[in-house]
Protein backbone atom coordinates (compact mmCIF):
# COMPACT_ATOMS: atom_id res chain seq x y z
CA UNK A 1 0.00 0.00 0.00
CA UNK A 2 1.41 3.24 -0.32
CA UNK A 3 1.36 5.49 2.62
CA UNK A 4 1.24 8.57 0.63
CA UNK A 5 -1.43 8.96 -2.54
CA UNK A 6 -0.10 12.19 -4.28
CA UNK A 7 2.11 15.39 -3.78
CA UNK A 8 0.67 18.46 -4.74
CA UNK A 9 3.47 20.97 -4.38
CA UNK A 10 4.60 20.89 -1.11
CA UNK A 11 1.91 18.92 0.40
CA UNK A 12 1.65 15.29 0.98
CA UNK A 13 -1.55 13.94 0.25
CA UNK A 14 -1.59 10.65 2.81
CA UNK A 15 -3.72 7.70 0.80
CA UNK A 16 -5.70 6.05 4.34
CA UNK A 17 -7.64 9.42 5.05
CA UNK A 18 -7.90 10.31 1.75
CA UNK A 19 -9.46 7.37 0.49
CA UNK A 20 -11.96 7.06 3.48
CA UNK A 21 -13.06 10.61 2.58
CA UNK A 22 -13.32 9.45 -0.84
CA UNK A 23 -15.75 6.15 0.15
CA UNK A 24 -17.87 8.01 2.86
CA UNK A 25 -18.82 10.56 0.72
CA UNK A 26 -19.83 7.80 -1.94
CA UNK A 27 -21.74 6.10 0.77
CA UNK A 28 -23.89 8.99 1.82
CA UNK A 29 -24.19 10.01 -1.63
CA UNK A 30 -25.39 6.84 -3.01
CA UNK A 31 -27.86 6.62 0.75
CA UNK A 32 -29.61 9.41 -0.37
CA UNK A 33 -30.03 8.49 -4.31
CA UNK A 34 -31.46 5.00 -3.04
CA UNK A 35 -33.64 7.33 -0.18
CA UNK A 36 -35.14 9.13 -3.59
CA UNK A 37 -35.56 6.36 -5.70
CA UNK A 38 -37.81 4.14 -2.78
CA UNK A 39 -39.50 7.38 -1.93
CA UNK A 40 -38.32 8.02 1.55
CA UNK A 41 -37.84 10.99 3.00
CA UNK A 42 -33.80 11.84 1.93
CA UNK A 43 -33.11 14.18 4.51
CA UNK A 44 -33.94 11.81 7.28
CA UNK A 45 -31.74 9.43 5.78
CA UNK A 46 -28.79 11.50 5.65
CA UNK A 47 -29.54 12.45 9.35
CA UNK A 48 -29.37 8.99 10.17
CA UNK A 49 -26.29 8.13 8.03
CA UNK A 50 -24.17 11.30 9.34
CA UNK A 51 -25.05 9.94 12.75
CA UNK A 52 -24.06 6.51 12.01
CA UNK A 53 -20.69 7.33 10.43
CA UNK A 54 -18.85 7.40 13.67
CA UNK A 55 -20.38 3.75 15.73
CA UNK A 56 -20.20 2.23 12.28
CA UNK A 57 -16.12 3.54 12.03
CA UNK A 58 -15.72 2.43 15.39
CA UNK A 59 -17.12 -0.69 14.92
CA UNK A 60 -15.35 -1.50 12.06
CA UNK A 61 -12.01 -0.37 14.32
CA UNK A 62 -12.88 -2.79 17.08
CA UNK A 63 -13.41 -5.80 14.82
CA UNK A 64 -10.46 -5.43 13.20
CA UNK A 65 -8.54 -5.27 16.28
CA UNK A 66 -10.51 -8.27 17.48
CA UNK A 67 -9.69 -10.19 14.61
CA UNK A 68 -5.47 -9.29 14.86
CA UNK A 69 -5.78 -9.52 18.96
CA UNK A 70 -2.19 -11.25 19.00
CA UNK A 71 -0.71 -8.59 16.60
CA UNK A 72 -1.56 -5.80 19.35
CA UNK A 73 -0.61 -7.81 22.11
CA UNK A 74 -2.16 -8.56 25.94
CA UNK A 75 -2.68 -6.22 28.46
CA UNK A 76 -0.63 -7.03 31.86
CA UNK A 77 -2.77 -7.48 34.86
CA UNK A 78 0.64 -5.71 37.06
CA UNK A 79 1.15 -2.97 34.78
CA UNK A 80 -1.92 -2.37 33.28
CA UNK A 81 0.37 -1.83 30.38
CA UNK A 82 0.56 -3.59 27.29
CA UNK A 83 2.63 -6.95 27.37
CA UNK A 84 4.36 -8.88 24.28
CA UNK A 85 3.03 -11.62 23.05
CA UNK A 86 4.79 -14.33 20.64
CA UNK A 87 2.22 -14.22 18.20
Known sequence: MRPVL???????VPSYPALLYVGLNCGVI?????????????????????LLIVPGLAGARLLFVSINWGWYGIISAKSGTFAEVDA
Request: with cysteine; proline share 0%; glycine share 8%.
Open 30 to 50: AGNLAAHQAGLDALRVYIATL
Open 6 to 12: CRIRNVS
